[in-house]
């Protein structure tokens, strides 16, 4: 499915040479973020995609957030100023008020000591997809206070590479049906669980979260949720109906499936679609919303793909592509919205989002409409 975009991508690379640097958007939130890659192995399940039925391993990423400051938000321009302007460009179609409700961060000094309890947060890619492409992602959503784990489940991803040097490679990238999917699913969401277990270990957190061994108030494992893209969304779902030890999960542009879709949840939960992907076009977002008792939104990306919710659209804009492959790529892959603005847009309400569920402060954003995220529809 991603062949074109990776082909492309590498294309791009080739021709700029190996020893371009491509730089990609800095995060948006006030920390720093450190990252390590490492391997954790359940010695209580066989994999059951592995020839040699070796014990389940799974690859992940820790997000770290460091030498967090705050950001304070400043009025862009004067009211009076605004005010002028807005009439000034009413013209132009820009609704009323709109220079009014613009805010710009303004960082304060850092502090020194390493920041501690942060909220933990799981997250599970999509079907086929290394958990490497939404590094650039979960780096921003990091870099606003949350620890963030990302997820590599073996056989399912297109490839797995783990510290010793060998590969898995996916096997499960043209499964087609509802038994297939909510199996590979299934696999995923015993992986989801065994992680959350880990993080409760001292010793495993020691070794993903290395700052926790000077700082044993790093992380606030009593406030995790559960996130994912595409299947990974349908993992975050079902995760939380198994375990109710998540207190909040989103589901990025994923079909849902198993037993949650008919249940419900009771747990806060965010559903954020593609242009083309609501209740009306899903019925299993439509059932699962009808038997969920928490609270729930439901909100659409314009002029967006499926693969605007990864690290994709920004690669595209990114690097050297042509023009031509660059509209393929668009026109199936990752819209038109432009790789920084999806990123934005998505970052600051999935942020919003998961401070919600951790804290109960509701932002203005989860409220409705916003003129600074027009792309954002309420839906």
Not at 66 to 92: H, M, R, W
Request: proline letters at 6%; a negative charge.
């Amino acid at each position: 499915m991603m062949r074109i975009i990776l082909y492309s991508i590498s294309l791009s690379l080739i021709s700029l040479g190996q020893t371009a640097i491509i730089p990609l958007p800095s995060s948006t939130g006030p920390c720093d973020v450190t990252l390590q890659a490492s391997e954790l192995a359940d010695q209580s399940r066989t994999d059951p995609f592995d020839p040699k039925e070796g014990k389940r391993a799974i690859m992940v990423t820790t997000f770290t957030p460091v030498n967090c400051g705050s950001v304070l938000s400043t009025l862009y321009i004067p009211n009076a100023t605004a005010k002028y302007e807005d009439v000034t460009f009413q013209s132009f179609g820009l609704p009323a008020g709109t220079f009014e409700s613009l805010r710009i961060p303004a960082q304060t000094q850092r502090q020194p000591p390493p920041s501690s309890d942060h909220p933990v947060v799981l997250f599970s890619p999509a079907l086929g997809v290394s958990r490497l492409m939404y590094t650039s992602m979960l780096q921003d959503i990091a870099s606003n206070g949350f620890a963030v784990i990302s997820v590599d489940h073996p056989y399912d991803a297109n490839i797995v590479e783990f510290p010793d040097g060998r590969t898995v490679i996916g096997i499960l990238g043209n499964i087609t049906t509802d038994a297939e999917y909510i199996a590979a699913m299934n696999i995923r969401v015993q992986d989801m669980i065994f992680l959350l277990n880990q993080t409760h270990n001292a010793n495993v957190t020691r070794d993903i979260f290395p700052l926790s061994r000077t700082n044993p108030h790093l992380l606030s494992l009593s406030r995790v949720t559960i996130m994912g893209h595409s299947l990974g969304g349908a993992t975050a779902a079902q995760s939380i109906l198994l375990d109710n030890r998540f207190v909040g999960g989103i589901n990025l542009d994923g079909n849902l499936w198993g037993s949650v879709v008919t249940q419900g949840l009771s747990t806060p939960f965010l559903l954020f679609g593609n242009a083309n992907h609501n209740q009306t076009s899903d019925s299993s977002w439509a059932t699962f919303w009808n038997h969920t008792r928490g609270w729930k939104r439901e909100l659409q990306l314009a002029q967006s793909k499926h693969y605007s919710f990864s690290d994709f659209a920004v690669l595209v804009d990114s690097l050297a592509i042509s023009e031509e492959v660059k509209e393929v790529v668009q026109a199936g892959w990752v819209g038109t919205i432009g790789g920084l603005r999806a990123k934005n847009a998505v970052v600051t309400y999935v942020s919003a989002a998961l401070r919600y569920f951790v804290t109960g402060n509701m932002s203005e954003l989860l409220g409705g409409p916003s003129v600074a995220y027009p792309d954002v529809t309420f839906t």
